[in-house]
C-alpha cells in the first residue's frame, strides 16, 4: 500500500504528529511563528471527537492544558519565547505535579518581542532553567519537516511514560519550511500511553512509589479522587514540610529521567568516525553544518557533524568520548553562546572548542562554517 505524501510545512508537521500520537485536547493563545500549529489543531481535533480551546493568554492555555491531561486527555500548546515566559510558573506546575503534556516553542528572536518573524535557537536554556527549583526536563530539537512529525510524536511518548512535560523546541526556519512529507501509518511509529492505576479507588495513592519512581496517573472523572497541589507533597498528594520526605521526592523526580537516558537521548553522528574537527549542531543550524562538512571533505579536510536531537538531557555521555578524539569542535548557533558552554563542559578539556553566533534574525550559512573549519584545520 502506498504512503501518503505531502508537502507541508514543519507546523503543520508537528500538529499532524501530535494528532498521530493521539492528543486531543489543544490550548493556546496565537503567536507568531507557532500559529499554523493552531491553525490545524482548531480544523482537525474537532473531526476526531476533540477539543480546541483559544485561551485569554499563555498562562491559561498552560493551566488548560495542565487540567484537561489530568482528565486523561493527551495535549498540547504551541508558543513562542514570550509565551513560553509567560507559561513558566505553571510549567513548574506540571513538573511538581507530574502531569503529562506537550509543549511547541517555535524559536524566534529575543528578548522580549525581539524579532517575530526571524529565526533564533535561543531558548534552549530556557527549556530546562525557565521554571525555578529542581525539576526534570526533557527538550527535543528537530531539524526536518518530517522529524517534527516524528519527534512530536516522540515527544507525547516521553511525556505519558515519564510523566512529565515535554517540550519540542524547532526554530523559525524549521518551523516555517515546507518539504516533503511521508505519513506514517497507525502502527508503524510507536505510540505510548500513561500507565493506570492496578488498584482500587480506595488504594490509589497519586506518588504511590511502590509501582516505581513513575507513579500510575489515574483520570479525574474516572472514580479515583485525589489531591494536588503545588506544595511539596506526600504519597497521597497533600502537602509536606517534612525534609526527608521533601528530599526524596526531589530526587526520585529527577532520577525517573536520569536512570533513563539511554531511552530518552537521540542524535546523529555524520562522518564522525576518522574525524579531525567536529562540528555540534542542531536545528536548522545542523543542515547548514551538515554541508560544510560535505564541501569540507571534498577539500580533503576531516569534518563530522554531531547533530543534538534531545536537547535535554544533554548528550554527555557521546559528547564527552568525541571530544577525547578530535583535535577541535565547532559549535555554529543561532544565540550567542549557550550550547558551546555545554559543549566546554563535557570536552573537559580535551580539545578545543570554538562557536558561532549569529542573532541578526539570518541563518547560519555553510560558508561561514566552513571558513571555522578550515581555520581549525590549519
Known amino acids: 500500500m502506498a504512503k501518503k505524501i505531502a508537502l507541508l510545512q514543519g507546523n503543520e508537521a508537528c500538529a499532524y504528529g501530535a494528532l498521530y500520537a493521539g492528543c486531543r485536547f489543544f490550548a493556546g493563545y496565537p503567536i507568531t511563528p507557532s500559529t499554523e500549529v493552531a491553525e490545524v489543531m482548531a480544523r482537525e481535533l474537532p473531526k476526531l471527537g476533540g477539543k480546541f480551546i483559544q485561551m485569554e493568554d499563555e498562562i491559561g492555555a498552560m493551566a488548560a492544558v495542565i487540567g484537561a491531561s489530568l482528565t486523561g486527555m493527551k495535549t498540547l500548546t504551541a508558543t513562542s519565547g514570550p509565551g513560553f515566559s509567560l507559561k513558566q510558573e505553571n510549567i513548574g506546575y506540571a513538573c511538581i505535579t507530574e502531569v503529562p503534556c506537550v509543549i511547541i516553542n517555535v524559536m524566534r528572536g529575543g528578548p522580549s518581542t525581539g524579532m517575530p518573524t526571524g529565526p533564533s535557537q535561543s531558548d534552549v536554556m530556557q527549556a530546562k532553567w525557565g521554571t525555578h527549583g529542581d525539576h526534570p526536563a526533557i527538550c527535543l530539537v ?97 502537602p509536606t514540610n517534612k525534609a526527608e520526605v521533601v528530599q526524596r521526592e526531589g530526587e526520585r523526580q529527577l532520577r525517573k529521567i536520569e536512570d533513563n537516558i539511554d531511552d530518552i537521548v537521540l542524535y546523529e553522528e555524520y562522518l564522525l568516525d576518522d574525524a579531525e574537527i567536529a562540528i555540534v549542531a542542531f536545528g536548522s543550524t545542523a543542515r ?71 542573532v541578526d534574525g539570518e541563518p547560519i550559512n555553510p560558508g561561514q562554517i566552513l571558513d571555522e573549519i578550515r581555520e581549525a584545520g590549519k
Open 142 to 238: 528537530p531539524a526536518s519537516v518530517q522529524e517534527l512529525f516524528t519527534e512530536t510524536v516522540r515527544a507525547f511518548n516521553l511525556s505519558e511514560k515519564y510523566r512529565t512535560p515535554v517540550t519540542v523546541m524547532p526554530d523559525e526556519i524549521v518551523g516555517h519550511m515546507r518539504e516533503r512529507i511521508e505519513f506514517p501509518e497507525p502502527g508503524d511509529l510507536p505510540v505510548v500511553n500513561r500507565a493506570v492505576p492496578s488498584v482500587g479507588p480506595e488504594e490509589y495513592l497519586p506518588y504511590d512509589t511502590r509501582f516505581g519512581d513513575i507513579p500510575p496517573l489515574a483520570a479525574f472523572g474516572s472514580g479515583y479522587r485525589f489531591h494536588l497541589t503545588g506544595l511539596n507533597k506526600t504519597a497521597d498528594g497533600f
Open 288 to 358: 547548514s553544518a551538515r554541508y560544510a562538512v560535505n564541501e569540507a571533505r571534498k577539500a580533503g579536510i576531516k569534518a563530522g557533524l554531531f547533530r543534538i536531537i534531545t536537547y535535554w538531557p544533554f548528550p554527555d555521555k557521546q559528547l564527552a568520548p568525541l571530544a577525547a578524539r578530535v583535535k577541535a569542535i565547532i559549535v555554529p548557533e543561532m544565540n550567542l553562546g549557550m550550547t558551546i558552554h555545554e559543549v566546554k563542559r563535557c570536552a573537559a578539556g580535551n580539545s578545543k572548542v570554538t562557536g558561532i553566533f549569529r
